[in-house]
C-alpha cells in the first residue's frame, strides 16, 4: 500500500460495537504474504493493530469474517480459532474467493464489542 491514507474508517466505532475495516495479509511493505500460515496470521495481526487501535483486543470480537483465495486456508482459520479463543467463540464466516486486492491471499472483517 503506497500511503496511509484510507477512504474508509480501519476500525470505526459506534454505540459500542466496532467494525473493523478488511485486513489484508501483507508485510510491512505491502507485499502479500505467500505461506498458508503466515497469510492467515499476517491479516489476523492487521485486526489485532486495528482493535488495539481502539483499546481493545482479540478476546472482544465477536464476528470475523475471512475471504480468501484457497479454501484450504479454512484450515489454519480453523487451528487459529481453537488456538485463540476459548468458549464462546466468535461467530465466524469463511468464503472463498477468486481475488483480493495487493494479490493477497487472505481478508479479515470484523466485529468487536466493548
Do not use: C, W
Amino acid at each position: 500500500m503506497a500511503s496511509n491514507e484510507h477512504p474508509y474508517s480501519l476500525a470505526y466505532e459506534r454505540d459500542g460495537v466496532v467494525y473493523i475495516s478488511g485486513a489484508v495479509g501483507v508485510d510491512a511493505e505491502g507485499r502479500a504474504v505467500t505461506g498458508d500460515r503466515e497469510s492467515v496470521d499476517a491479516a489476523l495481526d492487521h485486526v489485532r493493530d486495528r482493535l488495539a487501535s481502539v483499546g481493545l483486543g482479540l478476546e472482544h470480537l465477536a464476528k470475523v469474517n475471512y475471504y480468501a483465495t484457497e479454501v484450504a486456508l479454512r484450515d489454519h482459520a480453523n487451528d487459529q480459532f481453537l488456538e485463540l479463543f476459548s468458549e464462546p467463540r466468535p461467530a465466524r464466516t469463511f468464503v472463498g474467493v477468486a481475488a483480493l486486492p495487493y494479490g493477497a491471499r487472505v481478508v479479515i472483517e470484523a466485529i468487536a464489542h466493548r
